[in-house]
């Protein structure tokens, strides 16, 4: 039986590389995002099918339900990103809530309300892989907290999930170019400052991560559950 996977932001950057490997080994691939015409040009180029709605809205996820598959084998949770790089620096109590809010709801709700959604429609033996960030043991705003409580989410998973033979784990990029992570906004100071100094000397690729995603998706993958996998070039060794 071919096995689905669901790839939520697979529209752009680290989602769209899980994707189009997911797709070269046989999946038969869903990507979701908000932007439709970002989706439908992705879903053509890589061989996916589009489901357009916003992760972190309940009523939206509920309703393309019945869009998604019916057997889920594959759940990527990678739609997300720093509202802190979107958002104005907040001025007052009433804006770091909301900046607070946006980075909870864009990063764990998004994946918490899909992955409930879908629960049901894990086949057994599934795989779910969230997308974290170093930043979860960094800091960096209200961002590093959102990424951070995926990990503990995560591993609550693990062990709800686990008589299933169905794993949960966090894939946790370092610095990733290629993206629309950055918005086009990043000083070559402030770069070599994120970037920092991995061990390999280089920033990550999206092809990077989406080794890591499709190593943990893979059947054989069935012992490794609860786990944070770092893909950062060895950022933040500590020289
Ligand atoms: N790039 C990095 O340096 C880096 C490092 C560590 C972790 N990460 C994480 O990696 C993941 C992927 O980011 P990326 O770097 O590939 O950036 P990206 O190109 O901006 O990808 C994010 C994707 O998520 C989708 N998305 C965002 N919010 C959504 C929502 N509420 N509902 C549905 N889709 C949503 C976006 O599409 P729409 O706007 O069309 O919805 C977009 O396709 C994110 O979770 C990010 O936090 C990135």
Known sequence: MTRTAVVTGGGTGIGKAVSARLVEQGLDVV?????????????AEIGARPVVFDASAPEEVEKALAELPERVDVLVN??????????????????????????????????????????PRLADHARVITIGSIAARRGSSSYG????????????????????????????????EETEFFGGTLSEERRKKLV?????????????????????AAAEAGHITGQVIGVNGGAGLGR
Do not use: Y
């Open 31 to 43: 990507i979701t995002g908000r932007r439709a015409g970002v989706l439908t040009e992705t879903a």
């Open 78 to 119: 990678n739609a997300g990103g720093n509202m802190t790089r979107r958002l104005p620096t907040p001025e007052g109590l009433a804006d770091v809530r909301n900046l607070w809010l946006a980075n909870f709801e864009s990063n764990v709700l998004s994946a918490v309300l899909v992955t409930t959604a879908l629960e």
């Open 145 to 176: 907290p959102a990424k951070a409580a995926l990990e503990a989410w995560t591993a609550e998973l693990a062990f709800q999930l686990g008589g299933r033979g169905i794993t949960a784990n966090v894939v946790s990029p370092g610095v990733t």
């Open 196 to 216: 920092g100094n991995p061990a390999n000397g280089r920033a990550g690729t999206p092809a990077d991560v989406a080794a890591a995603v499709t190593f943990l």
